[in-house]
């Protein structure tokens, strides 16, 4: 098929398509004084109180009408609802899902409008004490995106059709649902762009596999996209999984999805957590972008930060600061990779840290 053809056969489905667009990490990160995300302890008691109060946040930059929170909750009788200032008598439940082992998100719906937001949590009945984790508070208006303009992609280097991927933990491994809706293809990326979760950093494969299924959750029902919105998963321990399947849209950075594969780290990689990607995670990382770089021609400069693309801390400074060496390393050829000093060492001490990264 010619290249006219295929451009304009996108251009089509991503007008059709317009939800499976809308970015990762989308609206506006909420921060209570300057601080995102929050921690608190839930001390054991009968009968309902408060357990939390946010307090006014700091003031978002846009009207919004949906807020959107993800994080740990260990006991399901804790529960959210959030205000806005102008309107302080009236709180909104924040209804969504919490997964077995407490992974969880919750939203609300509220008229569009300006003004800080105000979390509350109720506690009614807590058996145990515990500590509660908000990894991210969000607000957007839930309006349709502007649909992706088609870009000509830039010159390619060869593309052989038989790259092989590394090994990959597939979507039956972690119970993929289908997608809501079919998925708009994207055959020839030429562009990477790494994220961060800004969620659990998991320590095993089956935390990993249980976290990829949370974030389908989280972007199917809470963001209300086709799948999970990235490609590929790379956790600490070097295990890559499978996302929506390449070659076709993702929907992980806002006004820049076509042709960009995303690929996401578990955790979060700036402050105050700083999780830092592991020498096994690097190593997957490398050998995940040489596929991508084998297979589709993808030039190293191409790999990218989603901050490169928007307003947005995302994949965190900590992970943004590795990008230089993959580059790098994703230009090298295996062998050559395999005789680096440095990663000779990291490799070393990876396998014998972690079994599961040795491939
Ligand atoms: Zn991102």
Known sequence: MSRPLVRAELFLAALLAAPALRAGDLGSEVRFGSRRGAQFRVSAASGPRIVYDSGPSDPP?????????????????????????????VWVELEGKRFPGGRFWAKGRFPRGSGALRLRATGDGVKAEHEVTLYGVEVFA????????????PPRGPMDPDARPPLLH?????????PTSPIPPDPLPWRVTLHHSDGRRTASLAESLEETRFIQDFHQNGRKWY?????????????????????????HTLGVNEGNVGIVLFGRYHAPTNDAATPAQLAAL??????????????????KGHRDYGTTDCPGD??????????????????AIMTAPDWDAQNARTSAASPSAAR
Do not use: C, M
């Open 61 to 89: 930059e846009e009207d919004w009408d949906t807020v959107l929170i993800q994080g740990e909750l260990p006991d399901p009788s804790v529960r959210f609802s959030a205000a806005r200032s102008g309107a302080p008598g």
């Open 142 to 153: 839930d309006v349709p995106d502007a649909p992706t303009v088609p870009e000509n992609p």
């Open 170 to 178: 597939g979507r039956a491994e972690w119970k993929a649902l289908p």
């Open 227 to 251: 799948d999970i919105a990235y490609h590929y998963a790379v956790d600490s321990l070097g295990n890559v999984i499978e996302g929506r399947p390449l070659e076709t849209l993702g929907a």
């Open 286 to 303: 490398g050998e995940l972008g040489r596929f991508l770089v084998r297979r589709f021609g993808v030039e190293p400069v191409s790999l």
């Open 318 to 335: 900590l992970a943004y600061l590795k990008l230089p060496e993959l580059r790098r390393a994703v230009a090298l050829p295996p062998t």
